[in-house]
């Protein structure tokens, strides 16, 4: 009797697990997906992010379709607290916000309303080092120039690299960062940069080596913030951290502020979307970034595939949340002191 209840139980499990893993992938049959990007049109933010809807679909249970749409905002805290709200929680919506989001429940971030290790990461297309950079003809030219002259660069939102690298280094090592905010984008900034509007910009490399200003060589790269040299940026271009050598307690809060440089360009789906989805979105995901023809496109587009895994991402935010709570509330207590990393 005993046997024959334990035979049927087996018999069921067998039944029930493929059934399940059927089932989400049937749930993609006929859908229609949606890509939501944080950021406005026209920067490499969006190419990404339009290129991953053209291509992913194949990797996906019955090929649905995916549909990009810019939802700009709040250096894309709008997105971010939209997906950990009020979007679908079925594993049809999913998108990509700023790196520098996930830190933000953790150093003091208002207004925030996701819990970055609930969210599902879904992968990371590139590994792009944010850097700053100035016109040929500003009058700061180096990193060390700063500490004695005025720089005015262009900004988004706060909470936006292009905001919060210049607030927050001017509040923590001193430099003469004068931020310009309310430009819709990098594309307006860099174009108020080619006007003499402002003089110099802090976003991610791979943007700044599209520009014309750029290739043109009208344009100087002061230094880059990855906690480590990026191979893509030109030799010589200093770190940040340079400028705490030595000074081991300045070292360890800056480097908390930089580790979102390890997120590359975040792509998330909301919390409580069932676990085999997740499963399915991520191996698409990075399917997608091993497949020929995405990376040949990707190529004639000037972008460089260097994925990150969904797995990765969630490994790497729960290591920072793991940060002593001294050097949070040193690195919280600068932010506190400037605009704040994500207002609204």
Sequence with gaps: MLRRFALTLATCAALT???????????????????LIGFGPGGVNDVWSRLLARHMPRF??????????????????????????????????FGLISRGIPLEPLLGGQNVQLDPQKMNWIG??????????????????KLTDLRSMELAVGATGSGADSAIYPEFLAEFLGLKFKTIKGYPGSNEIVM?????????????F???????????????????TGLEKDPSVPAGVPLTTDMTAGDTQNTEALRLFLARAALGRPFVAPPGVPEGRVKILRKAFDDTMADKAFIDEAIK?????EPISGEQLAKII???????????????????????????
């Design 17 to 35: 697990a493929p059934a399940a893993a059927q089932s989400d992938a049937d749930f993609y049959k006929g859908k229609t997906m949606s890509v």
């Design 60 to 93: 996906m249970p019955h090929e649905p379709t995916m549909v990009a749409q810019n939802m700009p905002g709040a250096g894309t805290l709008k997105l971010a607290n939209h997906l950990a709200t009020s979007a679908p929680k079925d594993g049809t919506v």
């Design 124 to 141: 990371s297309p590139d590994k792009d080092t944010t850097v700053c950079a100035t016109r040929k003809d500003a009058k700061v030219q």
């Design 192 to 204: 108020a940069m080619e006007r003499n509007e402002v003089q110099g910009i802090c976003i991610a």
């Design 206 to 224: 791979s943007s700044i080596a599209r520009t014309r200003l750029y290739t043109d060589g009208e344009m100087n790269l002061l230094f880059q």
């Design 301 to 305: 587009l000037k972008l460089a595939v």
């Design 318 to 344: 729960a290591e920072i949340y793991k940060t002593p709570p001294q050097i949070v509330q040193r690195v919280t207590k600068i932010l506190g002191n400037v605009s704040g990393p994500a207002q609204q």
